[in-house]
T-cell receptor, first 114, second 109 residues
Framework: EAGVAQSPRYKIIEKRQSVAFWCNPISGHATLYWYQQILGQGPKLLIQFQNNGVVDDSQLPKDRFSAERLKGVDSTLKIQPAKLEDSAVYLC????????????FGNGTRLTVT | KNEVEQSPQNLTAQEGEFITINCSYSVGISALHWLQQHPGGGIVSLFMLSSGKKKHGRLIATINIQEKHSSLHITASHPRDSAVYICAVRGGGADGLTFGKGTHLIIQP
């Protein structure tokens, strides 16, 4: 089975610029997650989708971050405008049906904000 | 809120050694995940367990619900096992996963 696909792999932008990340989960997986992982720390959940609805976005900085999963399949995460502290790896994961199903992670997008 | 502690933070061992990584959490859970993260960011799910023991190849994961503790063991370790191993738990009032900071394992040839 194809894994979780993410793009781009790397991105370097200047602060105050905008950036978007794309994720295509494993086919049939209803739940999609975006995580932020800052160097040396564990992943932090930004947003969780169940199909095309948002289940949890309590840790998403909504003044600058947005995410959508319009057709319940692939998803985009956007940062506008970026800050230096947004430098991190952005990981997308999917699972068949929520937290008690095994998670499958993409390779992540490494964002550097200068 | 669940507190997840992993030990050791860093571990360097010789090829062939038996490796143990520990994970403790503060509040009862419904599931515990062990994840492997290689340099470059990719994360692979190794195990998801809620009781007992699971084995996959040279990897063994155990969990003791009463003691709120899990261990990940690697038998006959190999340099390709070098990675960060992350413990994550679900439960304890949080709907999502709470992640440990990871154990950085280096296996030297």
């Amino acid at each position: 089975e194809a894994g979780v696909a993410q793009s781009p792999r790397y991105k370097i932008i200047e602060k105050r610029q905008s950036v978007a990340f794309w994720c295509n989960p494993i086919s049939g997986h209803a739940t999609l997650y975006w995580y932020q992982q800052i160097l040396g720390q564990g992943p932090k959940l930004l947003i969780q989708f169940q199909n095309n609805g948002v289940v949890d976005d309590s840790q998403l900085p909504k003044d600058r971050f947005s995410a959508e999963r319009l057709k319940g399949v692939d998803s985009t995460l956007k940062i506008q405008p970026a800050k230096l502290e947004d430098s991190a790896v952005y990981l997308c994961a999917s699972s068949l049906r929520g937290w008690n199903s095994p998670l499958h992670f993409g390779n992540g997008t490494r964002l550097t904000v200068t | 809120k669940n507190e997840v502690e992993q030990s050791p933070q860093n571990l360097t061992a010789q090829e062939g050694e038996f490796i143990t990584i520990n994970c403790s959490y503060s509040v009862g859970i419904s599931a515990l995940h062990w994840l492997q993260q290689h340099p470059g960011g990719g994360i692979v799910s190794l195990f998801m367990l809620s009781s007992g023991k699971k084995k996959h190849g040279r990897l063994i994961a155990t969990i003791n619900i009463q003691e709120k503790h899990s261990s990940l063991h690697i038998t006959a370790s190999h340099p390709r096992d070098s990675a960060v191993y992350i413990c994550a738990v679900r439960g304890g009032g949080a709907d999502g996963l709470t992640f440990g900071k990871g154990t950085h394992l280096i296996i030297q040839p």
